[in-house]
């Protein structure tokens, strides 16, 4: 089995790095995203018109390619649509709007196998090159390694609750989701806000806490408080950009390049 990017880089105290992706669904983006040395990659199917057969193919070039695929799951979609993508190749599910210990504990359920959660076992999955393995292999490696809990922050409910879903067990990430927070919080876009500042610590002091990671998406015009809330507050896992957002602004680079060179005419 393939290993984990995220698990190895956080327990070296590094900061994981991902990819995100929403409007490229071919394995180009893959190739890519491993020269330019991203960890892993966010396959997003909550904002987007992505298939199951599109995140199973980005999540089996990315497994083939050394990157560890991550997949954001609509809200409320339920176990067997999770079961769907988790077959598909993800090592990992990241839960949107998730507001309770319970609504999180639910979430652990659907990723691992009895007696730890209600996940259903197969045969020939893409995590083995479709290899026949022992099932109480598959169970374990699965487990332990294949099935990473990412629970997004992005409700006022959750901030109050965070102590415990950070609590739960076979959650891994609190990731805060900084546009869906600030949305609920009052303050949209301003981060600089001593509200959305307040928010951010107090995720981070629940994850050092739990022992949980922080992670954080959203800030991806904000360089410069990433790098602070990497430092200042342990963030370790890091969402640097959408692939739509990163092709806007070289396409806009480029646009400007092309006006310099045609000034004077």
């Not at 959650?171 to 900084?178: E, F, I, N, R, S």
Request: hydrophobic share 45%; with cysteine; glycine share 8%.
């Amino acid at each position: 089995m393939p290993r984990n990017n995220f698990l190895e880089v956080v327990s070296q105290g590094r900061v994981c790095t991902a990819l995100g992706i929403k409007v490229i669904n071919s394995n180009e983006v893959i190739s890519l995203a491993k020269s330019a040395g991203y960890d892993t990659i966010f396959i997003d199917l909550e904002h987007s018109v992505f298939t199951e057969r599109d995140s199973s193919r980005l999540c089996s070039a990315a497994l083939l390619g050394g990157i560890t695929p991550f997949v954001r799951v609509p809200y409320e979609c339920g176990h067997g649509y999770i079961q769907r993508v988790l077959d598909g190749g993800a090592m990992g599910i990241v839960f949107p709007h998730i507001s309770s210990a319970d609504e999180a504990r639910r979430a652990v359920s659907s990723t691992k196998f009895p007696p730890r959660g209600k996940r259903s076992l197969t045969a020939a999955l893409p995590h083995f090159d479709f290899q026949r393995i022992a099932a109480s292999e598959v169970v374990q490696q699965l487990d332990n390694t294949g099935s990473t809990v990412l629970i997004l922050v992005e409700t006022r409910e959750c901030l109050e609750n965070i102590d415990a879903v950070a609590a739960v067990d076979g959650v891994d990430v609190l990731l805060v989701g900084a546009n869906d927070l600030s949305l609920e919080l009052g303050v949209l876009g301003e981060w600089e806000h001593p509200t959305f500042q307040m928010a951010l610590e107090k995720v981070a002091a629940a994850a050092n806490r739990a022992h949980k990671v922080f992670g954080i998406c959203g800030l991806y015009t904000r360089p410069d408080i990433y790098k602070r809330i990497a430092r200042e507050m342990g963030a370790r896992y890091v969402l640097g950009n959408f692939d739509i957002g990163l092709l806007a602004v070289a396409m806009n680079k480029n646009v400007e390049l092309l006006r310099e060179v045609g000034a004077g005419l």
